[in-house]
């Protein structure tokens, strides 16, 4: 089973990913990964810019596409993947300031879309945590560095497209963010165990 974590910077994802990682990995042999897997790509001034966006836009996905042999592999090993962003950042991220190449969200996230069929390895369940971007700035705020990634404008937008594409695929599970630690990790498990068939044994701790 593969599982990805998604919503905006401070909404929890580290959190419930590494919560999860625990709890799983009671009953089954978890790997735990993110994105960026290189975090190079983060080392950039500006990324307001369509050009920015858009090559952005490619080195993420350059990104995954190497990262989903090593997701594979570990599925195909029997390990329970857990990763820590995957390909609806990507759009959900670099959509808002490319919208003005394409003329409405629907169209940016059509073209997104296709160029990321190149990426064969996609989630058994996506968790959306959707917070509002107050709350998840506040989170932010005793963390020492913020990334370019976290204006408050740029992260309304990016929550409207994570919303958008969380009724676009049916991965995706929304979670409200504003409920406590505890409470979000027993809703994720609870849907994790629902989504894993009962008689199941393949990804058990051998
Ligand atoms: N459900 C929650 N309720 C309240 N605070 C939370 C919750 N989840 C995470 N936090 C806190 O918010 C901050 C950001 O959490 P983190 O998991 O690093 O977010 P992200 O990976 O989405 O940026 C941390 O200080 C964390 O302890
Ligand atoms: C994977 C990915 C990440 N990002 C951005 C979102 C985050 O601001 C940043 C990841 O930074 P990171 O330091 O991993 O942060 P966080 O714990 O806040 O998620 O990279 C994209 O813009 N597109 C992508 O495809």
């Not at 401070?10 to 990682?21: N, R, V, Y």
């Not at 490319?98 to 968790?127: C, H, K, N, Q, Y």
């Not at 504003?178 to 990790?185: A, C, F, P, R, S």
């Amino acid at each position: 089973m593969f599982i990805a974590v998604e919503g905006i910077d401070g909404s929890g994802k580290t959190t419930l990913a590494k919560g999860l990682e625990r709890e799983l990995g009671r009953t089954h042999r978890v790997f735990l990964t993110k994105e960026p897997t290189n975090s190079s790509i983060l080392d950039r001034e500006s990324v307001n810019t369509p050009a920015d966006a858009l090559s952005l836009f490619f080195l993420f996905v350059h990104d995954r596409f190497m990262h989903q042999d090593i997701i594979e592999r570990k599925i195909g090993e029997g390990y329970v993947v857990i990763s820590d962003r995957y390909d609806l950042s990507s759009f959900c991220y670099q959509g808002p300031p490319m919208e003005v190449l394409f003329g409405s969200m629907e169209a940016t996230l059509d073209w997104m879309v296709s160029v990321s069929r190149v990426i064969r390895v996609i989630p058994d369940i996506t968790f959306l945590i959707d917070v509002d971007v107050d709350t998840a700035l506040e989170r932010l705020s005793i963390r020492r560095t913020r990334s370019a990634f976290e204006s408050r404008a740029l992260l309304e937008r990016v929550r409207s497209y994570y919303l958008h594409m969380a009724g676009m695929r049916r991965d995706c599970v929304v979670l409200d963010g504003k409920v406590g630690k505890g409470e979000l990790l027993r809703k994720a498990v609870d849907e994790v165990s629902r989504r894993m068939s009962p008689g199941s044994d393949d990804h058990l701790v051998g």
